[in-house]
């Protein structure tokens, strides 16, 4: 059964930094390339990162771009968000997210999506 | 940035009934190889969202076929032929096609 646990959300001040996990299990995690979309409370689905199957392509959201960084260890099939610099407007529940896509435009949705993670940036 | 709006962005449904909610796009969301990189989300209360229909049309694994997405150009729908009780959350559309990804608002799909 496919499985995304997600780990690492809490309460820091603006300025701070944290780290976001995300362990995946019952699929062939080196295969998949992985999301990270984030929902503040009470809002809509925002998009925020991805990697590519073996880590050496990432793309951001203007809004993180220079203050977050994704990676991903597939030996651990683990994927990480790296968030520095947060800012208030960051607080949000964090989703990683499973990608079946490649760069032949062979897509079928995001289809399993971790549990969410709340980051709350506050003073 | 690709603006995805939705409509109605609140719908009160009756069990048993037929459902529809609109999605349009600011730009043409189709590819070269045929596919309007469309995708339907539902989040249920509490939960994280869950994938409906990717490629504008194709139901996701295990998802009943009481729903069905289609596209018109940049007008894409998702109709749900008969509303079931655990049909109840807000439904999203997505734009897949370029990054950044971009969502509708949301339609919240409630029980009269």
């Known amino acids: 059964e496919v499985h995304l646990g997600q780990s690492g959300g809490g309460v820091v001040q603006p300025g701070g930094s944290l780290r976001l996990s995300c362990a995946a299990s019952?699929?062939?995690?080196?295969?998949?390339?992985m999301q990270w979309f984030r929902q503040a409370p009470g809002k809509g689905l925002v998009w925020v990162s991805r990697i590519n199957s073996d880590g050496t392509d990432t793309i951001y959201a203007d809004s993180v771009r220079g203050r977050f960084t994704v990676s991903r260890d597939n030996a651990k099939n683990t994927v990480y968000l790296q968030m520095s610099n947060l800012r208030v407007e960051d607080t949000a529940v964090y989703f990683c997210?499973?990608?079946?896509?490649?760069?032949?435009?062979?897509?079928?949705?995001?289809?399993?999506w971790g549990q969410g993670t709340l980051v709350t940036v506050s003073s | 940035e690709i603006v995805v709006t939705q409509s109605p962005l609140s719908l009160p449904v009756t069990p048993g009934e037929p459902a529809s909610i609109s999605c349009r796009s600011s730009?043409?969301?189709?590819?070269?190889?045929?596919?309007?990189?469309l995708d339907w989300y539902l989040q249920k209360p509490g939960q994280s969202p869950q994938l409906l229909i990717y490629?504008?049309?194709s139901r996701a694994s295990g998802v009943p076929d009481r729903f069905s997405g289609s596209a018109s150009g940049t007008d894409f729908t998702l109709k749900i032929s008969k509303v079931e009780a655990e049909d109840v959350g807000i439904y999203y559309c997505?734009?897949?096609?370029?990054?950044?990804?971009?969502f509708g608002p949301g339609t919240k799909v409630e029980i009269k």
């Open positions: 730009q043409s969301l189709l590819h070269r190889n045929g596919y309007n990189y």
């Open positions: 490629l504008g049309s």
């Open positions: 019952g699929f062939a995690f080196s295969d998949y390339w």
């Open positions: 997505m734009q897949a096609i370029q990054t950044p990804f971009t």
């Open positions: 997210v499973r990608d079946r896509g490649d760069y032949n435009w062979n897509y079928d949705g995001f289809d399993y």
